[in-house]
């Protein structure tokens, strides 16, 4: 029986752990930073705060340890929010056990360093980390074989997948150990799993959607048609696929599920929290007041969107519906001004 950390339980970390736990090969660690988490858990079997209604199975233990989390794991999902992602890893390094997994399952850019999550996650582990020999507090020597690292995404909204909805994810990694470990520990007859060795790609797709999702949203909050959405969603996608190219990645991963898919469902669902967050800036409201009314759930787009800009323009990328989206989000530009001027750019070739 495999023993998995989630460190994370917001409403993807739950509704992961839910995956994990159902076919009862796994014994499911969840760590919540809250403590009504937790509690909720324990006593209802259900995340009230961020997954309501989603019975979570016996197999799964919430905990507000990392250490109790981590004891033992021989996979380590990490789904905190982006920003959050250098300051947990930083802690935990010492409790990480010898030779364990590290799944990123986080959608988002870190703002100050413009880094993928794998990036961030490495950086801590197998730069910033204690010497080899260390005695780590789990008691086992840390050895000299660096951190295993792979980047979980796709189109996947936390309610469907607890709720068994038929849901494809992609698992990214260098390490065919790992993706097939992943592969075979993940998946189950609701849940498909596809490997890809693009981490690239796929990390920087599973972000980048969420810059135009929010844009989507605006379309919607303003009452555009569906041409609106079309040509949003098809221009999005060329100028996530450049960045992507830009950086290393590979133009094919932009049509498959962390792509395309992640890319089409969060522009159109009603799930998506990115989505909401543009409905709400296209009628009109502030970001401050939408922030304000989330209750503590995480828009990453809104942290992605900076962190995109900077990393186009450190690689030389145009993408002027990001552009756009920055402007509204942090410099107070109205939607329908930044609509008119992505509609009276000088003319393009599509290709």
């Known amino acids: 029986m495999s023993e998995i950390a989630v460190i994370g339980a917001g409403a993807w970390g739950t509704g992961l752990a839910i995956v994990l736990g159902r076919n009862g090969a796994h014994r499911v660690r969840l760590w919540a930073h809250e403590q009504e988490v937790c509690k909720s858990i324990a006593q209802k079997r259900i995340n009230e705060q961020f997954l309501p209604g989603r019975e979570i199975p016996s197999a799964v233990t919430a905990t507000n340890d990392l250490a109790t989390a981590l004891a033992g794991a021989q996979i380590i999902v990490s789904v905190m929010p982006s920003q959050h ?81 038929p849901t494809a994810i992609t698992i990214a990694s260098q390490s065919e150990s790992l993706l097939r470990t992943v592969q075979q520990e993940f998946s189950d007859p609701a849940f498909r799993v596809y490997t890809n060795s693009d981490v690239i790609g796929v990390e920087l797709g599973g972000a980048l959607k969420n810059i135009i999702a929010i844009a989507a949203g605006i379309c919607h909050g ?30 094919e991963t932009m049509a498959g599920l962390a792509g395309l898919g992640d890319l089409v469902l969060t522009c159109t669902g009603g799930l998506s929290r990115n989505r909401s967050v543009g409905v709400e800036l296209g009628r009109g409201r502030k970001l401050p007041e939408i922030l304000s009314g989330m209750h ?24 002027p519906i990001t552009e756009q989206m920055h402007a509204i989000l942090h410099q107070g530009k109205s939607p329908r001004a930044a609509i008119h001027e992505l509609m009276t750019r000088s003319g393009k070739s599509e290709i």
């Open 85 to 165: 992602c250098r300051e947990l890893f930083t802690r935990i390094q010492p409790m990480i056990p010898a030779h364990a997994l590290i799944v990123s399952a986080t959608k988002g850019l870190e703002e100050g360093s413009l880094e993928r999550m794998t990036e961030v996650i490495d950086e801590v582990l197998n730069t910033e980390g204690a010497p080899a020999g260390e005695v780590r507090s789990t008691g086992q020597p840390r050895t000299a074989v660096p951190a295993i690292i792979g980047a979980l995404s796709g189109p996947s909204f936390a309610l469907e997948v607890a709720r068994g909805d």
């Open 222 to 251: 303003l009452d555009l048609g569906h041409n609106s959405i079309a040509a949003l969603i098809t221009r999005g996608l060329a100028e996530m696929t450049r960045l992507v190219v830009a950086c290393g990645g590979c133009a």
């Open 296 to 319: 503590g759930m995480v828009a990453e787009g809104i942290f992605t969107t900076t962190a995109a800009v900077g990393l186009a323009h450190a690689r030389g990328v145009e993408m």
